[in-house]
């Protein structure tokens, strides 16, 4: 097996015979012109080398850089681009349900001016989160939550960030990836108790948007083995990563070595892979 271009972040999915297993595809570009997905279950258990070509590409631009920014643009994309708006990574300052965009638009109008939920996930420990309705689960497969529920459901991007804000008084909005590739247990009763103490910290004021009918969903990641040690691995540094490919889980790629590698943050990344 063989494959070659410029890496984009994983593609999580339900698995067929099950919703709890995930199962995920690799979706890569030359430069910016789409490759066709590739399913990654055969590269699980085998021997697999990538190696980086040292060069990186805008996944936006095109553009040959040095150094990426946010997953992959050039400082200038980084900058300008509608997608690395601030309210994309805090969402309570979103003004576009109120008309004014802070970047683009019709960009935020049709990604931050419709439903979001507030959620709890299970990924190293308890975390609170907001992610547009339409981004469940792959939301939660992101991060490697082995467990997760919609607490709050929102009109619109900021009033949910609102909530989150409150709610990180009591809950962290953070994983910490070690821990994450571990192999986590998911605890529903433990969850379900989390959610009441969210209800109770938020009050009458943010009642009318609680969701109180969605169960606990459960994940399995595809990894046959999880290591004692975690070492994460940078391609500029490392220049070629190789060995027994144990897993996926989140966005990252797990070797039996305990070197693992964040496939998201490398997007642009240009490498060819073998197995």
Known sequence: MEWRGNLRKLTASESSNSEENVSYALKGAVVKEPLPAMEMADWIGQFVKIEFTGRIHCRITGQLIRKSFGEGM?????????????????????????GIALRDFDWENEHHNQPHYVYLAQTSGLKVGVTRCTNIPSRWHDQGAVGAVPIVQTPYRQLAGEIEVKLKSILSDKTNYRQMLQDVQFDPVEMLEWVEHCFEELGSEYEPFFVEDFEPKRFKYPVLKYPDKITSKKLEKAQVLQGMLLG??????IFESGEVLNVRSHSGYEVIMTG
């Open 74 to 98: 050039s400082y200038a994309a980084w900058m300008e681009h509608p997608s690395a708006t601030p309210s994309v990574f805090r969402p309570e300052l979103s003004r576009i349900h109120e």
């Open 248 to 253: 996926i889980k989140g966005q990252y790629l």
